[in-house]
């Protein structure tokens, strides 16, 4: 079945730092693949997405690219603000006919100024 | 236009009793998910509706659980019985038929069973 595993938090930065979330990936087929964030108080929101191999999703100064050899998709961005602090999820959906989505555990993120 | 909403936005109760929670989609949106978010497990599919045609209920957890989407709009998915294991954040996803995967995703129900 389809499986995503991404890096267990909390991860603790300073503003201006650099970002990594690391994300891999089981499917069968050509999954589409997603980066969601949730904000304090509020709900899932897209924050980017890749639909085939090699594509790069960017948003907000976020960044992944889908890597079918490495089966990854980790989310970067390269000056962190105190207002990136959230919890990310990795998903991804393989078609068929419900799009369901599967997702990651979740990572939360605390940038300090 | 307006996004997926959700109500309640909280709701305790006790064990045993039933529970309704409702969900409205994005207007025109055809595709309509029920998701889980919970401290041990994580998101977790529940239940697809698409359209007019037989829900997808592969993730719901044990037959207490039903949903049903009247109309092709406003959903309601139906706990009876509640456990304590149940409590969890309960979020409702929609999609229109020409935007594969991008879900948009109500605030969620927190439940609370005591």
């Known amino acids: 079945g389809n499986s995503v595993t991404q890096m267990e938090g909390p991860v603790t930065l300073s503003e201006e730092a650099f970002l990594t979330i690391n994300c891999t990936y089981t499917?069968?087929?050509?999954?589409?693949l997603f980066w969601y964030v949730q904000y304090p108080g509020e709900g899932l929101q897209l924050l980017l997405k890749?639909?085939?191999?090699?594509d790069k999703g960017s948003n907000k100064g976020f960044e992944a690219t889908y890597r079918k050899e490495t089966t990854s998709f980790h989310l970067e961005k390269g000056s962190v603000q105190v207002s990136d602090s959230a919890v990310y999820f990795c998903?991804?959906?393989?078609?068929?006919?419900?799009?369901?989505?599967?997702f990651g555990k979740g990572t939360l993120l605390t940038v300090n100024p | 236009g307006a996004g997926v909403s959700q109500s309640p936005s909280n709701k305790v109760t006790e064990k045993g009793k039933d529970v309704e929670l409702r969900c409205d989609p994005i207007?025109?949106?055809?595709?309509l998910y029920w998701y889980r978010q919970s401290l041990g497990q994580g998101l977790e599919f529940l239940i697809y509706?698409?359209?007019?045609?037989?829900?997808?209920k592969s993730g719901l957890p044990s037959d207490r659980f039903s949903a049903e989407r009247t109309g092709g709009s406003v959903s309601t998915l139906t706990i009876q019985r509640t456990q304590q294991e149940d409590s969890a954040v309960y979020l409702c996803?929609?999609?229109?038929?020409?935007?594969?995967?991008?879900?948009?995703f109500g605030p969620g129900t927190r439940l609370t069973v005591l």
């Open positions: 996803a929609s999609r229109s038929s020409g935007r594969a995967g991008e879900q948009f």
């Open positions: 499917a069968t087929g050509y999954p589409s």
């Open positions: 890749a639909t085939k191999a090699d």
């Open positions: 998903a991804l959906n393989s078609g068929g006919s419900n799009y369901k989505l599967t």
């Open positions: 207007s025109g949106h055809t595709a």
């Open positions: 509706f698409q359209g007019n045609s037989a829900p997808d």
